[in-house]
């Protein structure tokens, strides 16, 4: 029995990806596979993989180009949000699903499809944010996710693409798993999987060794408006050559790799590396110039909101209510988020060593300890009379009784 007429079929170009082209053609009953490549800044040559879907059966190849999108409307969003999931990644796999779920269904509407398909295994969270982002924005498409049935051995998926004239992969096959994009490198598997064992130095390609840093710091001037990062150095810059930019200062000074062990979706933990030079340092500088220009309450509230919003999008829930109700918060924040942060690269390190805003909270006439000091100091004993008077009138109590 047909599982569906016409197919999209998010494609990467790998193995998983390819051998879905035959698969839902001769087991699934499939008429007709669409595949779409999105380009995402992964740095793979795009025309040999569109060629290859061809290879492999597709009967339309389509690529998209989506880099500014995924840098303007996804990364800079979890800037202002300064996401860092369980406290530390930056999501940038993550961030991509979303925006890669939302052309499959433009490409499906196109089409006429009737149903999307994905790679995905069971395992994994990218498969949930695919289904929950495709459930959301079309939740008449079917979602068919080949590799989450088909139960075979890499080996057996190998040779069952090699009936259908699938040869080796587009891409060296590597012993790790790699997802990668604008903002970064995923790294998992392979001797990954030992948790005690220290990665290999190889397995890096965007930062390098601290042994291999420059011996002179580096300081980059990070300019923000309204919560956006809009200019390196005093130069106004694109989204994408923004990043790329700050990829390549961070990561030639050791910034950016993150070695955890993390909680999936799915209840598995697993052990990743990242490399994420240029979205860690803007979220460390973008929460700075929110130190200088927020308020206190603003600050300590949207704390809660971030961590919300991290897991929002590691969940798969890019496209819910939840997280469109935080956004307008986020939003309505970012109006003074406008400001310039230097940011000292050296050895590993990217410190924030000055912050500047019009919008500046920080008041030196008010925090100076030497002349000038404008603050009421008379003032603070009222207050502390009044702030801690619950305190006192608790303890005086205890006494009592
Ligand atoms: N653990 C990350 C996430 O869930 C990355 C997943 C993809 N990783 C990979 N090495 N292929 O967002």
């Given at each position: 029995?047909?599982?569906?007429?016409?197919?999209?079929?998010?494609?990467?170009?790998?193995?998983?990806?390819?051998?879905?082209?035959?698969?839902?053609?001769?087991?699934?009953?499939?008429?007709?596979?669409?595949?779409?490549?999105?380009?995402?800044g992964?740095?793979?040559?795009?025309?040999?993989?569109r060629q290859k879907a061809l290879n492999s059966g597709a009967a339309v190849s389509l690529v998209q180009d989506v880099?500014?999108?995924?840098?303007?409307?996804?990364?800079?969003?979890?800037?202002?949000?300064n996401t860092l999931y369980e406290a530390r990644y930056p999501l940038s796999t993550a961030l991509a699903r979303p925006l890669i779920a939302k052309i499959l269904v433009e490409a499906a509407r196109e089409y006429g499809a009737d149903a999307v398909a994905h790679g995905c295994t069971g395992k994994g969270n990218d498969?949930?944010?695919?289904?929950?982002?495709?459930?959301?924005?079309?939740?008449?498409?079917?979602?068919?996710?080949?590799?989450r049935e088909w139960g075979m051995s890499r080996e057996q998926t190998i040779a069952y693409g090699e009936k259908y004239g699938i040869l080796s992969p587009v891409k060296k096959s590597s012993p790790y798993s790699i997802d990668r994009n604008l903002l970064g490198r995923s790294i998992e598997a392979g001797i990954l999987e030992d948790a005690w064992q220290e990665p290999p130095e190889e397995i890096y390609l965007l930062t390098k060794a601290i042994a291999d840093t420059p011996n002179e710091p580096t300081y980059t001037d990070l300019h923000f408006e309204q919560g956006v990062p809009v200019a390196l150095d005093g130069e106004g810059l694109a989204p994408i050559a923004l990043v790329e930019k700050l990829n390549a200062i961070a990561g030639g000074n050791g910034v950016g790799r993150i070695d955890m062990v993390e909680n999936r979706l799915v209840g598995i933990k697993s052990?990743?590396?990242?490399?994420?030079?240029?979205?860690?340092?803007?979220?460390?500088?973008?929460?700075?110039?929110?130190?200088?220009?927020?308020?206190?309450?603003?600050?300590?509230?949207?704390?809660?909101?971030?961590?919300?919003?991290?897991?929002?999008?590691?969940?798969?829930?890019?496209?819910?209510?939840?997280?469109?109700?935080?956004?307008?918060?986020?939003?309505?924040?970012?109006?003074?988020?406008?400001?310039?942060?230097?940011?000292?690269?050296?050895?590993?390190?990217?410190?924030?060593?000055?912050?500047?805003?019009?919008?500046?909270?920080?008041?030196?006439?008010?925090?100076?300890?030497?002349?000038?000091?404008?603050?009421?100091?008379?003032?603070?004993?009222?207050?502390?009379?009044?702030?801690?008077?619950?305190?006192?009138?608790?303890?005086?109590?205890?006494?009592?009784?």
């Open positions: 029995m047909s599982r569906a007429n016409k197919v999209v079929l998010a494609y990467s170009g790998g193995v998983d990806t390819s051998v879905c082209i035959p698969y839902l053609k001769h087991e699934w009953g499939v008429q007709e596979v669409i595949t779409l490549a999105a380009d995402l992964q740095g793979d040559e795009l025309e040999p993989i880099r500014e999108e995924f840098v303007q409307d996804y990364a800079f969003a979890a800037v202002r949000a498969q949930v944010r695919f289904d929950v982002s495709i459930a959301a924005l079309a939740p008449d498409l079917k979602v068919l996710a080949p590799a052990r990743e590396i990242y490399e994420v030079p240029a979205l860690s340092v803007l979220i460390a500088a973008h929460r700075d110039l929110e130190s200088l220009t927020l308020t206190a309450d603003v600050t300590h509230y949207k704390r809660g909101i971030e961590e919300t919003y991290s897991r929002l999008i590691y969940e798969g829930l890019w496209y819910s209510p939840l997280k469109q109700a935080l956004d307008a918060f986020i939003a309505n924040t970012q109006q003074r988020v406008s400001g310039t942060v230097r940011v000292k690269f050296f050895k590993g390190n990217a410190t924030i060593v000055g912050r500047k805003s019009a919008y500046a909270l920080y008041d030196e006439s008010l925090s100076t300890y030497s002349e000038g000091d404008r603050f009421d100091h008379k003032a603070a004993e009222g207050f502390i009379y009044v702030w801690g008077l619950p305190t006192r009138l608790w303890s005086e109590k205890s006494r009592t009784i």
